[in-house]
């Protein structure tokens, strides 16, 4: 399952699997958590930078809230909130 959320010609995505959470910021991984899906029974925080053009080095961040039907994904740029997704 996935998330995306696109701010100023950037791409940033959530994918959960059974094995792992990983962030994408422009279709490159840049924060990960491993392990078995029981094991992330908690809210999660994925950090990570632009890397290259006009905004690099600006902190991007995603969260995950866990649900209990659906979970909630929320990306920030730069600490500002620009997109709220709900994750299935």
Known sequence: MKVKATYQGHVFELHRSLGSVSFLVDGEIRDMTGGKL???????????????????????????????????????????????????
Do not use: R, S
């Open 38 to 88: 029981m094991q992330h029974k908690v809210d999660q925080t994925y950090h990570a930078e632009i890397k290259q053009g006009p905004h690099q080095g600006v902190p991007v961040k995603a969260e995950l809230k866990l649900g209990w039907l659906a979970d909630q994904v929320l990306f920030y740029y730069n600490g500002q909130l620009i997109a709220e997704k709900k994750l299935l």
